[in-house]
């Protein structure tokens, strides 16, 4: 297994430009995850999916589009990139969460390194 | 106040040393809790759940105090390869939200 694969792993955009960024996941996973992660901010969540066809806003999702039609991919779009977004983003899913007496843990992709100039 | 709060080291130990790292969340919801090891430049890894039994794994150690609402990671005789930054995270209840510390580093020095 692959477990969670990220493409692409490094990308410099100019302002004003759009990139989509892939995961996918070879776990059968139903939930996905998009993060970013700044120096001294830790991981934030941008949007996530709780099953194919359904994504919700996470803590940072201004200017950020998300899809999921198959189940093992979620898209993550960025349509006008700003410097602001230069990040690193990561990808995450989970088997399921927020139950009592259940853990899940989430596995995470190896990252995409954005840079906007 | 921060939902997962950490102390962000860095902590500085020689080989062989004792460390413990302590996580404080917010949610008294809280039900599931996790640390998760992150190298320089790479991806968050799970290093382990912690149960409210507290768990042990080898020389890693985690505990839950409810009461006081925090979590801790204990590690014995410290490598040179335990050198990372420790990540707290919170899963509460009923929420597909994990909520993630900003990580307590670690060198351990020769």
């Known amino acids: 297994n692959a477990g969670v694969t990220q493409t692409p792993k490094f990308r410099v955009l100019k302002t004003g430009q759009s990139m989509t960024l892939l995961c996918a996941q070879d776990m059968n996973h139903e939930y996905m995850y998009w993060y970013r992660q700044d120096p001294g901010m830790g991981l934030r969540l941008i949007h996530y999916?709780?099953?194919?066809?359904?994504?919700a806003k996470g803590e940072v999702p201004d200017g950020y589009n998300v899809s999921r039609l198959k189940k093992q991919n979620f898209l993550l779009g960025l349509e006008s990139a700003a410097p602001s977004q230069t990040s690193v983003y990561f990808c995450?899913?989970?088997?399921?969460?927020?139950?009592?007496?259940?853990?899940?843990?989430?596995?995470f992709g190896p990252g995409t390194r954005l840079t906007v100039t | 106040r921060k939902e997962v709060e950490q102390d962000p080291g860095p902590f500085n130990v020689p080989e062989g040393a004792t460390v413990a790292f302590n996580c404080t969340y917010s949610?008294?919801?809280?039900?599931?809790f996790f640390w998760y090891r992150q190298d320089c430049r790479k991806e968050p890894k799970l290093l382990m759940s912690?149960?409210?039994s507290g768990n042990e794994d080898g020389r890693f150690t985690a505990q839950l105090n409810r009461a006081s609402q925090y979590i801790s990671l204990l590690i014995r005789d410290s490598k040179l390869s335990d050198s990372a930054t420790y990540l707290c995270?919170?899963?509460?209840?009923?929420?597909?939200?994990?909520?993630f510390g900003t990580g307590t580093r670690l060198k351990v020095l020769a």
């Open positions: 995450a899913s989970s088997y399921g969460a927020g139950r009592i007496l259940i853990s899940y843990e989430q596995y």
């Open positions: 999916s709780v099953g194919e066809g359904t994504t």
């Open positions: 912690v149960y409210s």
């Open positions: 995270v919170v899963n509460p209840s009923g929420t597909y939200k994990y909520i």
């Open positions: 949610n008294s919801a809280s039900q599931s």
